[in-house]
C-alpha cells in the first residue's frame, strides 16, 4: 500500500522558466525524515517551464519526495478571478498530506530545514493550525530591502480577532504550513475562486481552527519583479467591490463572531471609495491605494500604474 505523504507542498506556475527550477530544487533540498508530494499546477504555460519541471522531476531520485505533476491543457485564467486562482483550487483539491505547505513558482525556499521545522512546531502544538516565517523580496535577481518587513524583528503569534484587527498578514503565502483541515470541515472552494486575493481568506479561515505563529527567521524568497497583479485587468471599484464580497464571506463563515471588525472594515473600505469618487483626486486615490497596499495585495508600482490611469 502506497505511504500517504505527511506534507503536500503546492505549487502553482505559469511561465516561470526563468524561476522554476530554482523553486523546485529549495524543495528538493529540504532535509526530512517523512514523506512528501510535490504537486506542481501548470497553467498550459507557453515556454519552456513545463520541459523543466519534467526534467528535474525525472532527475529526482530521493523515494521520500514524490511528484504529481497537473499541466493544464488549456489556460484556466477567467477575467472575473485572481490569475492563478483556479490553478491553485484545483492543486489543493489533489493535496493528501496532513499538512500543506506552499510556494508560488516564481519563489523559493532558502532554508533547507523549513519543512522539518515547521511540521515539528505544529506537531508540538496541536492548538495552532498554521505556521510561517519572515521573507527576504527579490527584484531583478537581487535581494531588496524593504522597510516594512524590516521592521518585523521578533515572533508573531495571532488569533482569528488580531488577524482581523491588523488585516494584515505578517506571513507570506511561500513561507506557510498549515493543517489540511479542510475535508473535515467540509470546505468548499466555490467561492474561494471569486475572491480578489486568496492569502487573506485562507489564513483567516485556517485562525478560526487554531492560532497562527511566525518563525522570526528567513526561510523564503518572493520575487517581486513577477507581474502577477490583481489591477493588471480589473479597476479599483471592482478591486473594493469583490473585497467587500469576500469579508462578507469571513463574516458569515465566521457566524458573525468578527462581525464588528469586519463590518468596520467594509465601512472604511465604502466610505474611501465614496470619497474618491466625490473628489476625483489623483492624489487622495494614491494616498489611499499606499495605505491600503497591503490589504489589496497592491505593489508599489500598482498603486503608482493605478494613480496614473484613474478616470476624473
Same mark, same amino acid.
Given at each position: 500500500?502506497? #505511504?500517504?505523504?505527511?506534507?503536500?507542498?503546492?505549487?502553482?506556475?505559469?511561465?516561470? #522558466?526563468?524561476?522554476?527550477?530554482?523553486?523546485?530544487?529549495?524543495?528538493?533540498?529540504?532535509?526530512?525524515?517523512?514523506? /512528501? #508530494?510535490?504537486?506542481?499546477?501548470?497553467?498550459?504555460?507557453?515556454?519552456?517551464?513545463?520541459? /523543466?519541471?519534467?526534467?528535474?522531476?525525472?532527475?529526482?531520485?530521493?523515494?521520500?519526495?514524490?511528484?504529481?505533476?497537473? !499541466?493544464?491543457?488549456?489556460?484556466?485564467?477567467?477575467?472575473?478571478?485572481?490569475?492563478?486562482?483556479?490553478?491553485?483550487?484545483?492543486?489543493?483539491?489533489?493535496?493528501?498530506?496532513?499538512?500543506?505547505?506552499?510556494?508560488?513558482?516564481?519563489? &523559493?525556499?532558502?532554508? @533547507?530545514?523549513?519543512?522539518?521545522?515547521?511540521?515539528? +512546531?505544529?506537531?508540538?502544538?496541536?492548538?495552532?493550525?498554521?505556521?510561517?516565517?519572515?521573507?527576504?523580496? *527579490?527584484?531583478?535577481?537581487?535581494?531588496?530591502?524593504? #522597510?516594512?518587513? *524590516?521592521?518585523?524583528? *521578533?515572533?508573531? =503569534?495571532?488569533?482569528?480577532?488580531?488577524?482581523?484587527?491588523?488585516?494584515?498578514?505578517?506571513?507570506?503565502?511561500?513561507?506557510?504550513?498549515?493543517?489540511?483541515?479542510?475535508?473535515?470541515?467540509?470546505?468548499?472552494?466555490?467561492?474561494?475562486?471569486?475572491?480578489?486575493?486568496?492569502?487573506?481568506?485562507?489564513?483567516?479561515?485556517? @485562525?478560526?481552527?487554531?492560532?497562527?505563529?511566525?518563525?522570526?527567521? &528567513?526561510? @523564503?524568497?518572493?520575487?517581486?519583479?513577477? *507581474?502577477?497583479?490583481?489591477?493588471?485587468?480589473?479597476?479599483?471599484?471592482? %478591486?473594493?467591490?469583490?473585497?467587500?464580497?469576500?469579508?462578507?464571506?469571513?463574516?458569515? &463563515?465566521?457566524?458573525?463572531? +468578527?462581525?464588528?471588525?469586519?463590518?468596520?472594515?467594509?465601512? +472604511?473600505? $465604502?466610505?474611501?471609495?465614496?470619497?474618491? =469618487?466625490?473628489?476625483?483626486?489623483?492624489?487622495?486615490? !494614491?494616498?489611499?491605494?499606499?495605505?491600503? $497596499?497591503?490589504?489589496?495585495?497592491?505593489?508599489?508600482?500598482?498603486? %503608482?500604474?493605478?494613480?496614473?490611469?484613474?478616470? =476624473?
Amino acid at each position: 500500500m502506497e #505511504e500517504l505523504p505527511l506534507v503536500s507542498v503546492v505549487v502553482i506556475t505559469y511561465n516561470h #522558466e526563468k524561476h522554476i527550477a530554482k523553486c523546485i530544487k529549495g524543495i528538493l533540498v529540504q532535509e526530512i525524515d517523512f514523506q /512528501i #508530494e510535490i504537486i506542481i499546477g501548470d497553467d498550459c504555460s507557453t515556454d519552456g517551464n513545463q520541459k /523543466i519541471i519534467e526534467s528535474l522531476v525525472a532527475e529526482n531520485n530521493d523515494p521520500k519526495k514524490s511528484f504529481r505533476l497537473l !499541466f493544464h491543457p488549456e489556460n484556466l485564467s477567467d477575467p472575473r478571478f485572481l490569475p492563478g486562482k483556479l490553478n491553485f483550487v484545483a492543486c489543493m483539491k489533489l493535496a493528501r498530506g496532513q499538512f500543506i505547505a506552499l510556494c508560488d513558482g516564481d519563489d &523559493y525556499w532558502i532554508d @533547507s530545514n523549513k519543512l522539518k521545522k515547521q511540521v515539528n +512546531f505544529l506537531n508540538q502544538h496541536p492548538n495552532y493550525s498554521l505556521c510561517g516565517s519572515k521573507w527576504r523580496i *527579490e527584484k531583478n535577481d537581487a535581494i531588496i530591502n524593504d #522597510e516594512l518587513l *524590516e521592521k518585523q524583528s *521578533e515572533e508573531v =503569534e495571532l488569533d482569528s480577532s488580531e488577524f482581523l484587527s491588523t488585516y494584515f498578514s505578517p506571513i507570506h503565502t511561500s513561507t506557510v504550513l498549515f493543517r489540511n483541515i479542510f475535508s473535515d470541515i467540509g470546505f468548499s472552494w466555490k467561492e474561494f475562486k471569486y475572491f480578489p486575493v486568496g492569502d487573506i481568506p485562507l489564513f483567516f479561515i485556517l @485562525s478560526i481552527y487554531g492560532r497562527v505563529y511566525r518563525f522570526n527567521e &528567513y526561510m @523564503s524568497v518572493y520575487n517581486k519583479g513577477i *507581474e502577477r497583479s490583481i489591477t493588471k485587468s480589473r479597476s479599483l471599484s471592482t %478591486i473594493c467591490n469583490d473585497l467587500l464580497s469576500m469579508l462578507d464571506f469571513m463574516n458569515d &463563515y465566521s457566524e458573525l463572531k +468578527f462581525k464588528k471588525l469586519i463590518l468596520a472594515e467594509q465601512r +472604511f473600505i $465604502r466610505e474611501h471609495v465614496k470619497y474618491e =469618487e466625490k473628489k476625483s483626486n489623483r492624489l487622495s486615490v !494614491f494616498l489611499f491605494l499606499l495605505r491600503n $497596499r497591503i490589504r489589496l495585495s497592491l505593489t508599489i508600482r500598482d498603486v %503608482i500604474y493605478l494613480t496614473r490611469h484613474y478616470r =476624473e
